[in-house]
């Protein structure tokens, strides 16, 4: 598991060392107007609510971060991403399967659920996919090339074969 998130998350390293800040931030494609900026800040600022209440065995997805500065700049991308990495590397198997506290509003008010950290961060990890599908559609309205084919490809999801 840590190693497939490890693997993930050098996608967006690898995409933000390939852009200009000027891209980076564009924030002018429709539907959302929402920049590659925007979705790396957020897709990291959730794994950082799930790492940093770790250590309490409570995890609140709204105490996000939300720092605007990371969704300017490619180096603040890169920084963040290498931080989330360096505490990721730090978990053992023995880690996933503490059992935590995951709260979050999801449109009603805050709920909370037991779960361990392993399955919390298997679907984080599914989000950060999701959300570099976002990425890649941003991407691809640029001209941008993508890193790699798997970019934002959730690994369960059958590929078309082109005839």
């Known amino acids: 598991m840590i190693a497939a998130i490890e693997q993930n998350l050098q996608r967006g390293i690898k995409l933000l060392t390939t852009i200009s800040d000027d891209e980076y931030a564009n924030n002018t494609i429709p539907p959302y107007f929402s920049s590659i900026g ?18 309490d065995k409570k995890i609140d997805l709204t105490l996000r971060e939300r720092n605007e500065y990371i969704e300017l700049k490619t180096a603040s991308g890169i ?21 935590v506290i995951i709260t979050d509003d999801l449109g009603k008010g805050k709920v909370s659920s037991k779960s361990t950290l392993g399955a919390v961060l298997m679907q984080t990890q599914s989000h950060a996919i999701h959300h570099f ?6 991407v691809n309205q640029l001209n ?7 970019f934002g ?3 369960s999801t059958p590929k078309k074969v082109e005839n």
């Open 79 to 99: 920084a963040y991403f290498e931080l989330i990495l360096q505490k990721i590397k730090l978990l053992s198997n023995d880690d996933l399967q503490t059992e």
């Open 144 to 150: 941008i090339e993508l890193p790699d084919s798997d």
């Open 133 to 138: 599908a976002s990425v890649g559609y941003i």
């Open 38 to 55: 925007c979705h790396v800040r957020h897709i990291l600022d959730v794994f950082s609510c799930v790492l940093n209440g770790f250590d």
């Open 153 to 155: 490809y959730n690994p």
